[in-house]
């Protein structure tokens, strides 16, 4: 299984949307948030906890806010009452989109990814229309510079991990997700720093762009999808040349 890397090519434009720090703090107080709810407020016994505080801390969210965001999830602070939902629909040139949502409001949520899905040149489908075309997985991303792949490959297989591929500047550890947090340990105690490691929808396969003006109008469905304010994660099964991604900025 090669080749599962969760958008190389996107994450650069992704990462410099997430800049918007009011915006990034929301998605991680919100899985702070459920994570707390849905397995304590103790990260040694709740491994979704724990990846969530290290990507909060990871982004340099404030410690204040980052317990806070906690404790409203354990009770010990009023908060609301988030629901996970996730969304499912087609975009240009055939590819299909997994939108998953943080929300407080179900009706808003559902018009707001309806919306962006019609007026962006895709369709919003039923439960399960394109899931299927996707693997959950454990994703961790280690610097690939100093390494011999060779020997990190031999030791991330034994930590428990599925499969490694090479993505130039770093290695991509590839888990079943249920076991993401025991492999990301594990390769921590072998002497390895990760610099992400979270639960992905990794596409079967790939929906190759190759014109520019389609390039456009999947980026610009994915991009505007991921700025709705309930969206925490946007999955989708394209992939963009650098040539063309160039292009776009």
Do not use: C
């Not at 991303?141 to 090479?166: K, N, P, R, Y």
């Amino acid at each position: 299984m090669s080749g599962h890397s969760k958008w190389n090519n996107i994450q650069h434009r992704k990462g410099a949307q997430d800049k918007k720090r009011a915006k990034l703090f929301t998605k991680f107080g919100r899985e702070l948030t459920i994570a707390a709810k849905e397995g304590g407020g103790d990260p040694n016994f709740n491994p979704r906890l724990r990846l969530a505080i290290e990507k909060a801390k990871a982004g340099n969210m404030p410690k204040d806010i980052l317990e806070r965001a906690i404790k409203k999830g354990t009770g010990e602070l009023e908060g609301v009452d988030f629901t996970e939902i996730r969304y499912e629909g087609y975009g240009p040139a055939g590819t299909a989109f997994i939108v998953d949502v943080v929300t407080d409001n179900k009706n808003r949520s559902a018009s707001e990814v309806r919306t962006v899905f019609s007026r962006k040149g895709g369709n919003l489908g039923a439960d399960g229309a394109v899931s299927w075309m996707f693997k959950k997985l454990g994703i961790i991303e280690v610097a690939s510079e100093g390494l011999d792949l060779d020997e990190f490959m031999m030791a991330a297989l034994e930590a428990g991990a599925e499969d490694v591929t090479d993505e130039g500047e770093t290695f991509e550890v590839v888990t079943d997700y249920t076991q993401l947090q025991t492999v990301a340990e594990n390769l921590k105690a072998a002497g390895y720093t990760y610099t992400e490691a979270e639960i992905s929808m990794v596409p079967d396969n790939k929906v190759e762009i190759t014109d520019l003006e389609t390039a456009k109008k999947v980026m610009l469905l994915f991009d505007s999808l991921d700025d709705l304010d309930d969206v925490q994660e946007v999955y989708s099964n394209f992939d963009i040349p650098e040539e063309l991604l160039e292009q776009l900025d």
